[in-house]
């Protein structure tokens, strides 16, 4: 069965430092997998995704993500946070097939000035 | 262009009432989803839909059942509705295997 875990269900960056969030999977069959953005009170939308061509994602507002088979992780990262970075972000895994989507219990960043 | 399309945006339901929720998208995806966002806990499948005329349980399916009307509609019910089962709810649809999923705005639903 497929499952995704988010480490630090809270995360504080300051303005212009790293961000890194991070996602570990386990499927049983090489996966799809996303990175969703929710600002509040507000529905989801799509960072980035890694779908078995190029391992380092690139997706939108700057962030990217690795995909490292041999740690099972597909950790999402940005060189500079900005204020408008604060929301609530998901990792989620896919093995097509059935077309299940499983999300992680996301992570929640907040941006300090 | 809609996407996916959900309604509606708020309810209040005292408990025992019963709801449907509707969802349509526009995108000609065979696969549909339900899912439930409480604080803490992410996001729980209820039910999903590989394709029309086909139907399966997800994490969290008690108390809901789910019809899929057609490709474009997939509504959840609320028979007999429970303070548990106050949370926000996300329809979904995803086409091919290595696409993304799009989701609704949410519905917003308290039970009293």
């Known amino acids: 069965a497929q499952s995704v875990t988010q480490l630090g269900s809270h995360v504080s960056v300051s303005e212009g430092a790293l961000v890194l969030l991070r996602c570990n999977y386990s499927?049983?069959?090489?996966?799809?997998l996303f990175w969703y953005v929710q600002y509040p009170n507000q529905g989801l939308q799509l960072l980035l995704k890694y779908t078995s061509a190029a391992t380092l994602v690139k997706g939108i507002n700057g962030f990217e993500a690795e995909f490292k088979k041999s740690e099972t992780s597909f950790h999402l990262t940005k060189p500079s946070a900005h204020m408008s970075d604060a929301a609530e972000y998901f990792c989620a895994v896919s093995e097509g097939g059935y077309q299940k989507v499983t999300f992680g219990i996301g992570t929640k960043l907040q941006v300090i000035p | 262009n809609a996407g996916v399309t959900q309604t509606p945006k708020f309810q209040v339901l005292k408990t025992g009432q019963s709801m449907t929720l509707q969802c349509a998208q526009d995108?000609?995806?065979?696969?549909m989803y339900w899912y439930r966002q409480d604080p803490g806990m992410g996001l729980r499948l209820i039910y999903y839909?590989?394709?029309?005329?086909?139907?399966d349980k997800g994490e969290v399916p008690n108390g809901y059942n789910v019809s899929r009307l057609n490709k474009r509609e997939f509504s959840l019910r609320l028979e007999s509705a429970a303070p548990s089962q106050t949370s926000v709810y996300f329809c979904g649809s995803k086409g091919p295997e290595n696409t993304e999923a799009f989701f609704g705005q949410g519905t917003r639903l308290t039970v009293v």
């Open positions: 995108m000609n995806h065979n696969s």
């Open positions: 839909s590989a394709s029309e005329g086909t139907t």
């Open positions: 499927s049983s069959v090489p996966p799809y």
